[in-house]
């Protein structure tokens, strides 16, 4: 059974940083894309970054593009999201996802198959 377990995510001031992981078991984690996304209260999910498969080519929505970086990690079966200059709008949710697609499989939740439980991330002013 797939599954993915978002770790990471906590209390942290304006300007601070957090790195949140992703683990993942239950399918070949080198041949499924991985997206980042969160989602604040009274809004939409928004996609925010992902690793596309096999050649983990990565993506940014224009919110985080030059403040998070994604990576990932084979061995540990593991996505990384590097959050750095932190502000309270960034607070939300946070979840990982996967899909099967090839290449950058885009920020567009339908895209993705199979989806973690989410982390809190809450930013301070």
């Known amino acids: 059974e797939a599954q993915l377990v978002e770790s990471g995510g906590g209390l942290v001031q304006t300007g601070g940083s957090l790195t949140l992981s992703c683990v993942a078991s239950?399918?070949?984690?080198?041949?499924?894309?991985i997206g980042w996304f969160r989602q604040a209260p009274g809004k939409e999910r928004e996609g925010i970054s992902c690793?596309?498969?096999?050649?983990?080519?990565?993506d940014y929505a224009d919110s985080v593009k030059g403040w998070f970086t994604i990576s990932s990690d084979s061995a540990k079966r593991t996505v990384y999201l590097q959050m750095n200059g932190l502000k309270p709008e960034d607070t939300a949710v946070y979840y990982c996802?996967?899909?099967?697609?090839?290449?950058?499989?885009?920020?567009?939740?339908?895209?993705?198959?199979?989806w973690g439980q989410g982390t809190q991330v809450t930013v301070s002013s």
């Open positions: 239950g399918f070949r984690f080198d041949d499924y894309a």
């Open positions: 690793i596309s498969a096999i050649d983990r080519d990565t």
């Open positions: 996802a996967a899909t099967g697609r090839s290449g950058i499989p885009g920020n567009s939740a339908e895209s993705f198959d199979y």
